[in-house]
């Protein structure tokens, strides 16, 4: 998947096909290198930034920061099915503490 990322960004480099492209390099390679590239990106009020880094976040055993991620996703989110998930998150993520 992440050559296939890598191959369709030299046909269309944009903030959505990186944020793509992180989150498989997250599941081939670690969360921290996901993470590092979702950094780099201009996609501030964009949902699925924000739940992505919440994703990794979690998964980094950093479950303050998820938690920040997973709210402001859900601030963003544009329709219910999104924000009853990215709600459903946080209440699993404060049931861990």
Same mark, same amino acid.
């Given at each position: ?22 989150? @498989?390099? /997250?599941? $081939? !390679?670690? =969360?921290? %290198? ?6 780099? +990106? #201009? ?20 479950? @303050?920061? /998820?938690? $920040? !991620?997973? =709210?402001? %996703? ?6 219910? +099915? #999104? ?15």
């Amino acid at each position: 998947m992440v050559s296939l990322y890598t191959d369709l960004q030299q046909v269309l480099d944009s903030d959505i096909v990186t944020l793509n492209k992180a989150i @498989a390099v /997250a599941e $081939a !390679e670690s =969360a921290d %290198a996901g993470l590092s590239m979702l950094d780099t +990106l #201009d996609l501030d009020g964009y949902h699925h930034l924000h739940a992505a880094r919440g994703e990794l976040l979690h998964r980094l055993g950093r479950n @303050a920061d /998820a938690r $920040a !991620e997973f =709210a402001r %996703a859900w601030e963003f989110a544009d329709n219910e +099915l #999104d924000r009853g998930f990215l709600a459903r998150r946080l209440q699993e993520l404060t049931e861990q503490v």
